[in-house]
Structure formats: C-alpha cells, structure tokens
T-cell receptor
Framework: EAGVVQSPRYKIIEKKQPVAFWCNPI?????LYWYLQNLGQGPELLIR????????DSQLPKDRFSAERLKGVDSTLKIQPAELGDSAVYLC???????????????FGEGSRLTVL | AQSVTQLGSHVSVSEGALVLLRCNYS??????LFWYVQYPNQGLQLLLK??????LVKGINGFEAEFKKSETSFHLTKPSAHMSDAAEYFC?????????????FGKGTKLSVKP
C-alpha cells in the first residue's frame, strides 16, 4: 500500500515568490493534516481536514497561507508571498477517524523542504 | 492547554547500552500519549502509544514506554541500543477532549548511537 506522497521534496525560491506543495494521502484516510516543522523543533499543526472540510485552521497564517482539499482526497498548501521565515519542512499526514474515535496514529509523508532566499 | 516537554535535545549512547528518552506532559484531562520516530529525511513514524489500560506499552523495534500519572511522565526506553536506532524521537500528547484530537509534539530528542 502506498504511503502519503508529497511533492516537491525540495524547493528553493526567492522571497516574495509563491510556492505550492501537494499531498496525496493514504487511500481511504478521511483526515488530512498539514504540519510545519522548523529546524530543531517538533511539528506544529497548520490545518486539519475532515474529508473536504477544514475543521481546524486556527494556526494557519491566513494572510499568506492557503490550503484546499478538493473532493476530500488530495490537498494543496500554498504560500504567497513567501518570506524568509517560511523556510522549513512542510509535512503532510493522514489518518482514518471514525466519528469521535481518534486514534492519534498519523501516517506522515517525507515532507517538502522549503528554502526561501 | 496541553503541552509536552522533552528533556535533552540530544542523547548519545553506546551500542548495546540502555536508551532512556524523557518526556513529561501537561494535561487537564486524561491524555493519550505517543512516541514518534523520524529517521533522516523521512516523515514521522509511530513507535507506540498509550490510550487507556496497561500503563507499560510496547512498541516497534524493542522500544517501550511507561505512563506514570503521578509523575506526569511517559519516558521511552530500550534495553540495548542498536546503530539503527539513531534518529530523532518526538513525544506527543493528544488533546482528545478539547479541539477534536490534535497531536501536540515536543521539540524532539536526537539519539546518537556510538559503535
């Protein structure tokens, strides 16, 4: 079974440029997460989707970040315009949650490493 | 609010020695606790988790952790380190009762294993 797939793995851009990251979750997983991981830090949640609905985007900087999950499967995270401080690894994860029965077992992709110059 | 503190950003052990990675949590409700491992240039992978029941939980690759409510701890141990255990380890708590089950991660502990 294929795992969570993310692309691109690496991206280098100049500040003020736009960038987009794509995530394909594990088939059948209804919950999708985007996490931000700064160097030497643990992952921090940016947004969580239940199917196609964003149920928690409280930590997403909405002035420059946007995300979508069309048809409740793939997802795209966009930054426009990028700033120097956005250099980090963007992790996508998925899980299957039935109702309120959350297991906490997330399956992570390998991440997209962004460098903003 | 829930939080996790991992003591020691870097731990170094010799091959065959005991591995002990420390994690303390803060939670106003009974927590669900997790350890995840991240190998270089890879995503995180679940090692083990505590939800309810037995407080000593066993995970993959010979790791185990014990939930101690009185100490608000969930330390990760392995009796004998192997070179392949070198990775970064993250403790996490799930905010089950509040905001619908988001994982809150600690800052991580990088484990080095010396030959």
């Amino acid at each position: 079974e294929a795992g969570v797939v993310q692309s691109p793995r690496y991206k280098i851009i100049e500040k003020k440029q736009p960038v987009a990251f794509w995530c394909n979750p594990i088939s059948g997983h209804n919950t999708l997460y985007w996490y931000l991981q700064n160097l030497g830090q643990g992952p921090e949640l940016l947004i969580r989707y239940e199917n196609e609905e964003a149920v928690d985007d409280s930590q997403l900087p909405k002035d420059r970040f946007s995300a979508e999950r069309l048809k409740g499967v793939d997802s795209t995270l966009k930054i426009q315009p990028a700033e120097l401080g956005d250099s980090a690894v963007y992790l996508c994860a998925s899980s299957f949650n039935r109702g309120q029965g959350r297991t906490g077992e997330l399956f992570f992709g390998e991440g997209s490493r962004l460098t903003v110059l | 609010a829930q939080s996790v503190t991992q003591l020691g950003s870097h731990v170094s052990v010799s091959e065959g020695a005991l591995v002990l990675l420390r994690c303390n949590y803060s939670s106003s409700v009974p927590p669900y606790l997790f350890w995840y491992v991240q190998y270089p240039n890879q995503g995180l992978q679940l090692l083990l988790k505590y939800t309810t029941g037995a407080t000593l939980v066993k995970g993959i690759n010979g790791f185990e952790a014990e939930f101690k409510k009185s100490e608000t701890s969930f330390h990760l141990t392995k009796p004998s380190a192997h070179m392949s255990d070198a990775a970064e380890y993250f403790c996490a708590v799930m905010n089950y009762g509040g905001s619908q089950g988001n994982l809150i991660f600690g800052k991580g502990t990088k484990l080095s294993v010396k030959p």
